[in-house]
């Protein structure tokens, strides 16, 4: 874990890092804010690939069976081309040109795109393979620390997090304008890269049947300023006033801005949107899935405050399905919705179309 949590830091910074896979060391930097191909190539001795996830593919019209793929990059490839072939948007018909040559990824190019999601950049790395003569080079760069290594099978699994392994850390009683009892509850992730935050209302030990629970993932745009791009602010709000009125409950607040793809990149796809795209398929155009959240760190909160049997406020059949799985029974569900505004309808509509989200009556109202 520590040396993962490095390694996402060193990547944030632009800094390549040393993935090991088998007798196979490659040098793996992110597409955004990293040193130039050339560089890339000097440090390794061999010429750079650009992994890509099966998402982004597939909006560039290329289906393969596997999550990722490789493309080893020409000779001559300027920031440009290499922009066009992460995040752009590609006409069809050029897609099989610009992807000529697309190998399968294995164990070490998942690894780098699992390092890249992680630190919340676009997923997409720049990946080279540490020739025979760069070798000695790239050890001494490792002995002074000036590098760092990491094994892929490790930096493979850093998205799914270290379950049961959440840490309680600090609480506060914080009165709210629509729930006057609240208490704070925030909870650290092991690598120290997220916090989230428990919003304990009333007294929710008194339900003896099911705790009522909202789920909600930040967003910062909605929450806090109040964007007409979407409903989360208001569905934010109204849980907490809904939970005070239901005598009490708890809101656990979920550090996954965008559906779990950070901050900058829910920026980029708004940007997508504005050019036409909805929100699922501005995502793809990313390389991100439908949604990339994971909600075992929910488990795990709920399991500290000693809670096993909720009512659900929510729409997300996805959300249901991930507590029943993680051992927490589901008693009843409740809907929670914000205002259908002008802004917001196109992105409601996708949810429900696309993500099966249940808002067939706010859809209806207008």
């Avoid at 949107?273 to 390389?287: I, P, R, S």
């Avoid at 795990?300 to 249901?320: E, F, G, W, Y």
């Avoid at 799985?325 to 589901?330: A, F, L, N, P, Q």
Wanted: aromatic fraction near 4%.
């Amino acid at each position: 874990m520590y040396h993962i949590e490095r390694a996402i830091f060193d990547i944030r910074r632009g800094l390549p890092v040393v993935v090991k896979s088998g007798d196979q060391q490659l040098l793996v930097q992110a597409l955004e804010g990293g040193e130039s191909v050339n560089e890339l190539t000097r440090l390794s001795g061999s010429r750079p690939s650009l992994v890509l996830t099966r998402h982004r593919l597939e909006a560039m019209g290329v289906s393969i069976t596997s999550d990722a793929a490789y493309l080893p990059l020409a000779a001559q490839m300027d920031e440009g081309a290499l922009h066009t072939l992460a995040v752009a948007q590609v006409a069809p018909g050029d897609a099989p040109t610009l992807l000529s040559g697309l190998q399968p990824a294995g164990t070490a190019e998942r690894a780098a795109l699992a390092l890249m999601r992680r630190a919340l950049l676009i997923p997409a790395a720049l990946i080279a393979v540490v020739g025979d003569k760069a070798a000695e080079g790239i050890a001494q760069q490792l002995a002074k620390g000036e590098l760092l290594a990491v094994d892929a099978s490790d930096a493979e699994s850093c998205l799914n997090g270290a379950p049961g392994m959440l840490k309680r850390v600090s609480e506060a009683r914080i009165p709210l304008e629509d729930a006057a009892e609240s208490r704070f509850v925030l909870f650290r992730e092991p690598d120290g890269l997220r916090e989230h935050v428990a919003v304990v209302i009333g007294r929710p030990e008194a339900h003896t049947e099911a705790v009522p629970l909202r789920m909600h993932s930040a967003c910062l745009t909605g929450d806090l300023f109040g964007s007409l791009r979407c409903d989360c602010g208001e569905q934010l709000r109204n849980a907490v006033a809904d939970i005070e009125a239901m005598g009490g409950g708890v809101l656990l607040y979920l550090a996954q801005e965008g559906r779990g793809i950070g901050l900058a990149n829910k920026l980029r796809a708004y940007t997508l949107q504005d050019d036409g795209l909805d929100t699922v398929d501005a995502d793809q155009m990313l390389g991100f899935g439908d949604d990339e959240r994971d909600y075992a760190v929910a488990v795990d909160m709920l399991h500290a405050l000693d809670i096993s049997r909720v009512q659900l406020l929510t729409n997300n059949p996805l959300k249901m399905q991930a507590l029943s799985e993680g051992g927490i029974e589901v008693v009843a569900r409740q809907a929670l919705y914000g205002r259908l505004t002008d802004q917001n309808h196109r992105y409601l509509n996708a949810k429900a179309t696309r993500a099966g989200h249940f808002l067939e009556e706010v859809l209806s109202s207008k």
